[in-house]
């Protein structure tokens, strides 16, 4: 198993920052609809490339992300028969 001490945590981090990430307030801004790709079965790497990268590497905004996703799962009825049983 590899663990990492917080410093090379750190590093690695900085060494994979990206010129054109966003920040956890912009990805909070678009988590809702992340959620809903996610849940509609769509690409969410095409769509939402930038929401995509920043929860990979965002433990916080990760944590959200599946809260949410928790949500919304639960409160999803599945849809009503079309009759009534007799």
């Given at each position: 198993m590899d663990i990492q001490s917080p410093i090379q945590q750190m590093v690695q981090m900085?060494?994979?920052?990206r010129s054109d990430e966003i920040g956890c307030d912009e990805c909070f801004e678009q988590l809702d609809r992340?959620?809903?790709?996610?849940?509609?079965?769509?690409n969410t790497?095409?769509?939402?490339?930038?929401?995509l990268d920043h929860l990979n590497r965002c433990p916080d905004c990760r944590e959200e992300f599946e809260a949410l996703l928790v949500a919304l799962q639960s409160t999803t009825f599945p849809p009503r028969p079309q009759y009534l049983p007799t």
């Open positions: 900085i060494v994979s920052t992340f959620a809903e790709l996610v849940l509609a079965g769509k790497a095409e769509a939402l490339p930038l929401v």
